[in-house]
């Protein structure tokens, strides 16, 4: 994450990162929070997981509460996947690209932090994150 966010950081909450990541991808929070294995489900819960880790400094037993009781071990496996792909992209995506699209997630993230009462009215996000 690029430093200027560094001191927005104070208030923002893994709630806000699941409905940024929930928001961009499409997918619900109980999707990234379930068991899925879908690769719709994955990328997006693996990002979830590294901007958790880079943007709150949350261990990997925070994070795996926050996703649904995953062991720590599976989100270690998560963030080492995710800087893999920012460092050698994959086939089809570039690693800037790759950054870019997760900067916009975390840029997402403080929107949310700032203007969660008044974002994606055609989702109910909130009611789903207070479902957990």
């Known amino acids: ?13 893994a709630r806000h990162i699941l409905l940024a990541v929930a928001n961009h991808y499409d997918v619900g929070i109980e999707q990234l929070r379930g068991d899925s294995r879908r690769r719709k489900i994955v990328w997006p819960r693996f990002v979830a997981c590294w901007l958790m880790h ?9 994070i795996g509460r926050a996703l649904g009781d995953r062991d720590h071990s599976t989100v270690i496996h998560a963030l080492n996947r995710v800087k ?18 997760i900067d ?3 840029e997402l993230a403080f929107y949310f932090e700032k203007n969660a009462a008044t ?5 109910d996000v909130e009611a789903e994150c207070r479902a957990w």
């Open 104 to 106: 916009e997630v975390g």
């Open 1 to 13: 994450m690029h430093g200027s966010n560094e001191m927005r950081v104070v208030h923002l909450r």
């Open 84 to 101: 893999d792909v920012i460092d050698k992209g994959t086939d089809e995506i570039h690693p800037e690209d790759i950054k870019r699209e």
């Open 119 to 123: 974002v994606a009215p055609e989702r």
């Open 54 to 62: 880079e943007m709150l400094g949350y261990s990997t037993i925070k």
